[in-house]
């Protein structure tokens, strides 16, 4: 399930919070690898859609003028790029702003040691184990709802 955390505004509804969606774990193949063997190609279909109904019930909830950071631990475009693409088609009122400007003030603020710009493709974060990341692979993209729409 995926795990919210919301702050709420006076009129109860969230500000911003993080949906990290249930995914096909690709990202994690160098500490778990396993998942090669139970995965079936029907999967990532069957995924897209699930992670596309709990991002769209995020936003959902989502406030005027508020942000929502949805993430996977997947290395499929079907259950990153394109699930964000497929929601943001049918939500006009809900950006997606790119995440760079944030790596910026991390970095200014000492949280990073380095710059990582090299993670960022089209506005959204991707880390790809042994590539451009020493860890596991991660897809994170930054969606923002226009203040002054419901």
């Known amino acids: 399930m995926p795990m ?23 990202g994690t193949l160098g500490r778990n690898p396993e998942i ?7 999967d990532l279909p069957r995924q897209a859609l699930r992670q596309g109904e709990i991002l769209r019930a995020a936003l959902g909830r989502l406030a005027p003028g508020g942000s929502l950071l949805y993430s996977t631990c997947s290395l499929e475009p079907e259950e990153n ?12 009122t809900v950006t997606n ?3 760079e400007p944030h790596l910026h003030r991390l970095f200014r603020d000492g949280i990073l040691a380095s710059l990582p710009l090299n993670l960022i493709r089209n506005g959204c ?16 993209a930054l969606l923002h ?6």
């Open 36 to 42: 090669r063997h139970r995965l079936q190609p029907s």
């Open 97 to 99: 702003p790119s995440l």
């Open 4 to 26: 919210p955390v919301s702050c709420r505004s006076e009129r109860g509804f969230s500000i911003s919070f993080s949906a990290t969606s249930i995914a096909t774990g690709t």
């Open 145 to 150: 709802r226009d203040p002054a729409l419901p």
């Open 81 to 92: 790029e394109q699930v964000v693409s497929a929601v943001l088609a049918g939500n006009p």
């Open 125 to 140: 974060l991707r880390t790809l184990p042994g590539v451009n990341f020493q860890g596991d692979g991660f897809f994170a």
